[in-house]
């Protein structure tokens, strides 16, 4: 059934779309049908997993950038997500870039996106996770877990890169009571200058400085880095070294890619459509081989959440298979639709 939806929704522009098909939802939830969206595509049973000390009902989560500003999540849970990665938030209010910057590319199962961070600063977020939280707390232990958020941080885009950590502070100490995790977004394509921070010094810097305030917390929060799938092998060696040096909580692999090759649409089409990352199936290898070097390298001791190409419960056992502790898909629900927590979670039970 969803592949006749999706060929009318597809007619339309993949922006309008994202905010027509969640607003849809969220308007049969406030009609009180959410139970019937529980019914068609929860999961019939918890498949519990773990990060660390964190309790997840499944290990399928719903990628950064989809529900960047924090407004769909009882719809996303209704949905039988394990796990909503909200963000990628900033200081600062954005518009992000210039429509159109989310492009379809069907022949290759793929998408490519350059939204540029569009979202509505971390104030915002945190009102809305506020007003989430006082019917769904965070986990404490021995809870049962519910709906896990993660929170991705980022910086503006008129941030220099040698101020980015007080960015990346600011969304720390606002979000820290509201969400379950954090992620250090220095990954995404679309800032400018933004994929420098990976470079060694620069993460440590930051990193270290969101650890040192989270353990001045009462309760810390796992803090987990997003990485490209487009670095050298040097700079994920630079990358392992520098999470087990500090004993970081874990990585996100990966996000989006800059190449280009191998892809089935047509060069002039690609090259109509411009920069941005590309995400889906083109992905999938390239991610799960940066997953399988990590794993090896760290002995497993580095906890990994796996992004990139997942459409079926096949594409999410190959990842845990390679020693990803949870998946994440995005492309995978636009190709896949509404059922896919459902489908790769008891495909992955059999
Ligand atoms: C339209 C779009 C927006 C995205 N925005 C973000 C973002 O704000 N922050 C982030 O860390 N990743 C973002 N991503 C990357 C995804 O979270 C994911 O890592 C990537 O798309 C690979 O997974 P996939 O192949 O399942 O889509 C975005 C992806 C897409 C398609």
Known sequence: MYVTLRKFLFRFPPEAVHYFAMNSLQLLCSLGLKGLLRGAFKPSAPMPASLGRLEFQNPVGLGAGFDKNARWLRELEALGFGFVEIGTVTPIAQAGNDKPRLFRLPQDEALINRMGFNNDGVEVVTNRLKAWREKHPVQVKGNKPGLVIGGNIGKNKVTPNEDAWKDYEICFKELHPYVDYFVVN????????????????????????????????????????????????????????????????????????????????????????????????????RATEVLRYVIEKTNGSVPVISSGGIFTAADAKEKLDAGAALVQVWTGFIYEGPSIVKKIVNGLRK
């Open 186 to 285: 220095v990954s995404s394509p679309n800032t400018p200058g933004l994929r420098e921070l990976q470079e060694k010094e620069s993460l440590r810097k930051i990193l270290m400085h969101l650890q040192m305030i989270n353990n001045g917390k009462a309760h810390s929060k796992p803090i987990l880095l997003k990485i490209a799938p487009d670095l050298t092998t040097e700079q994920i060696d630079d990358v392992i070294d520098l999470s087990m040096e500090i004993q970081l909580d874990g990585l996100v692999i990966s996000n989006t890619t800059i190449n280009r090759s191998g892809l089935v649409t047509p060069g002039d089409q690609l090259e109509k459509i411009g920069a941005g990352g590309l995400s889906g199936k083109p992905v999938r290898g």
